[in-house]
């Protein structure tokens, strides 16, 4: 779970530096970092509170809305839950594109009455930092199931 916790305070400050580095690129770091770590926790109301906390302090720092983002990862940490503890990489990342969809339409769906959106602007939104995403989710992956397994072979201590 600390390596949950730490991706997902990377994930949460990439969200902030990307799209200043990168213009027109919206990520969706943290869905990435909520799925993958839904599908290992093994403590789910831990896993919950972290993932509301995480959207809370992302509300703070990069949105004026209080509760939104804490509500929807908190919504999206359910929704990884329902997800077979032994996913492997293709379902996970099949997931991981559904996860965006149903994250931009919950936005789309909060905000509407703030912003004029279109359903260009919606496929642009998408499309725009696919590519990113889809390196960022490969990394991840990467990392988390490495890590995992060099805790999980720590405690086993055989001998060969």
């Given at each position: 779970m600390i390596v949950t916790i730490i991706l997902l305070l990377i994930s949460v400050l990439l969200e902030g530096i990307i799209p200043n580095l990168l213009r027109c690129i919206t990520p969706f770091f943290v869905i990435c970092i909520i799925l993958i770590?839904?599908?290992?926790?093994?403590?789910?109301?831990?896993?919950?509170?972290?993932?509301?906390?995480?959207?809370?302090?992302?509300?703070?720092?990069?949105?004026?809305?209080?509760?939104?983002?804490?509500?929807?990862?908190?919504?999206?940490?359910?929704?990884?839950?329902?997800?077979?503890?032994?996913s492997n990489f293709i379902k996970t990342f099949f997931y991981?594109?559904?996860?965006?969809?149903?994250?931009?339409?919950?936005?789309?769906?909060?905000?509407?009455?703030?912003?004029?959106?279109?359903?260009?602007?919606?496929?642009?939104i998408l499309y725009d930092g696919l590519f990113i995403n889809i390196i960022f989710f490969l990394i991840s992956y990467l990392i988390y199931f490495v890590i995992n397994c060099i805790f999980k072979n720590r405690f086993k201590k055989r001998s060969y």
């Open positions: 770590g839904g599908i290992n926790s093994k403590n789910d109301n831990y896993f919950y509170i972290t993932c509301f906390i995480f959207g809370i302090i992302y509300d703070l720092l990069y949105t004026n809305t209080i509760f939104l983002h804490g509500f929807i990862y908190l919504f999206l940490a359910w929704l990884s839950n329902l997800i077979p503890k032994k991981y594109l559904s996860f965006i969809l149903i994250y931009a339409l919950i936005l789309f769906l909060f905000t509407f009455l703030y912003k004029s959106y279109s359903i260009i602007n919606f496929i642009h």
